[in-house]
């Protein structure tokens, strides 16, 4: 079965120390993205990728960072710049990349807590 | 700036029909999607509309107005696992994708 995976599904961390959430996806999606939701606001987007070896700051970058060295792996880390990191983290693809009007498929999502 | 407004929160019966509203002001329009989130699970994809008027898939709906800038979400013989929350989400001229806050549906027996 095709599909995005995400791990763990939930994360303790101390303030102070670095984090990263795992997104694996393989259904051969040329697009993944990361977006952040919070009780009452509508999805975040963080982070974006369209192609292997290239991503793009979303509206909330500041405190995050992410690779995309393989098609199928596109991991966040949480650094302890990001002044309130306490969130639901949602990973998606989609077929192609430059479009948002593409469809998105996401993953299960990690919720992270600062302790 | 860009802004997408749905209700917070909505109740509905068992059985009966329920319609979500979604307005939006946004830098340009290149379609909207409507995503099903139930609570702590990924959204998953429902509709998209590009066009006006109404698409039917099954029990679920979705319509658009472009010179509104208003669609809605249409769900009909409600059903307990419909108890969900509803995201709608815009695609701008950049081809940006704007999401709303979503609208928290209840259902009751």
């Known amino acids: 079965d095709g599909g995005i995976t995400q791990s763990p599904k939930y994360l303790f961390r101390k303030e102070g120390q670095n984090v990263t959430l795992s997104c694996e996806q393989n259904l051969n999606h040329d697009a993944m993205y990361w977006y952040r939701q919070d009780p009452g606001q509508g999805l975040r987007l963080i982070y974006y990728?369209?192609?292997?070896?290239?991503?793009q700051k979303g509206d909330i970058a500041e405190g995050y960072s992410v690779s995309r060295e393989k098609k199928e792996s596109f991991p966040l880390t949480v650094t302890s710049a990001q002044k309130n990191p306490t969130a639901f983290y949602l990973c998606?693809?989609?077929?192609?990349?430059?479009?948002?009007?593409?469809?998105?498929?996401f993953g299960p999502g990690t919720r992270l807590t600062v302790l | 700036g860009q802004n997408i407004d749905q209700p917070t929160e909505m109740t509905a019966t068992e059985g009966a029909i329920v319609q979500i509203n979604c307005t939006y002001q946004t830098s340009g329009f290149n379609g909207l999607f409507w995503y099903q989130q139930h609570a702590g699970e990924a959204p998953t994809f429902l509709s998209y509309?590009?066009l006006d008027g109404l698409e039917e898939k099954g029990r679920f709906s979705s319509f658009l107005s472009r010179s509104k800038g208003y669609s809605y979400l249409l769900l009909k013989e409600l059903q307990m696992k419909d108890s969900a929350s509803y995201l709608c989400?815009?695609?701008?001229?950049?081809?940006?994708?704007?999401w709303g806050a979503g609208t928290k549906l209840i259902i009751k027996p």
């Open positions: 998606a693809s989609s077929k192609h990349g430059g479009s948002g009007a593409d469809t998105q498929y």
């Open positions: 989400a815009v695609v701008d001229s950049n081809y940006q994708l704007i």
């Open positions: 509309n590009v």
């Open positions: 990728s369209q192609i292997v070896n290239d991503f």
